[in-house]
């Protein structure tokens, strides 16, 4: 079976300081990974994939993650938050090659103060 | 390219009733997903269409709700008589055969009092 456990439900940050959203994975298989960013009134949006290449992945906005599978990790980054990255952030499992079957996690509610 | 076209937005219905969420998905996308995200919770997926067959229908709550998508273009979700706790977003989601990226859409948020 798959889960993925978002660590943090809300994560507050200062405008230009660096983001760190956590995500541990389990799965019973070699797993695809992904991020993705839900905006208030908004749809899903993919911020960015891991399909067993490189285990760092850069996605849109800014923002990468690492596959770590010694630590089941795969915890989003970005250098420096932007106002506009204020928005829920959902860590994401598959263990079909084709994602016919995703499961969430919980979120992570990005918060961006000046 | 147009995304995922769900309708409609907003519904607010009395414990019992009936209700239909429409969804069109992105032209070409052969898979189509219907996802539940309760308030506070990362979405559910409901139901997993292949053109127009199921692949996976294992958590959805069989005895009221249904989903059908006839002509593997669109689909229309039905939830029969409503309870309380179906209060939620319906996501609607496509993908491509062979990609590993699903396109969502904006959602229909159902209340039921």
């Known amino acids: 079976a798959q889960s993925v456990t978002q660590l943090d439900s809300h994560v507050s940050v200062s405008e230009g300081t660096p983001v760190l959203l956590r995500c541990n994975y389990s799965s019973s298989y070699s797993p695809s990974l992904f991020w993705y960013v839900q905006h208030p009134n908004k749809g899903l949006q993919l911020l960015l994939k891991?399909?067993?290449?490189?285990?760092l992945v850069k996605g849109i906005n800014g923002f990468e993650a690492e596959f770590k599978k010694s630590e089941t990790s795969f915890h989003l980054t970005k250098p420096s938050a932007h106002m506009s990255d204020a928005a829920e952030y959902f860590c994401?499992?598959?263990?079909?090659?084709?994602?016919?079957?995703?499961?969430f996690g919980t979120g992570t509610r990005l918060q961006v103060t000046l | 390219e147009a995304g995922v076209a769900q309708s409609p937005r907003y519904k607010i219905i009395e414990k019992r009733q009936s209700v239909a969420f429409w969804c069109n998905p992105i032209s070409g996308h052969a898979t189509l997903y219907w996802y539940q995200q309760i308030l506070g919770q990362g979405p559910k997926l409901l139901i997993q269409?292949?053109?127009?067959?199921?692949?996976?229908d294992s958590q959805l709550p069989k005895d009221r709700f249904s989903a059908e998508r006839l002509k593997g273009v669109d689909s229309t979700l039905k939830i029969q008589p409503a309870k309380l706790e179906d209060s939620a977003v319906y996501l609607c989601a496509s993908s491509a055969t062979g990609t590993q990226v699903a396109f969502f859409g904006q959602g229909t948020r159902l209340t039921v009092v």
């Open positions: 994401v499992v598959s263990e079909d090659r084709t994602a016919s079957k995703l499961t």
């Open positions: 891991y399909t067993s290449a490189a285990t």
């Open positions: 269409f292949q053109n127009n067959g199921v692949v996976d």
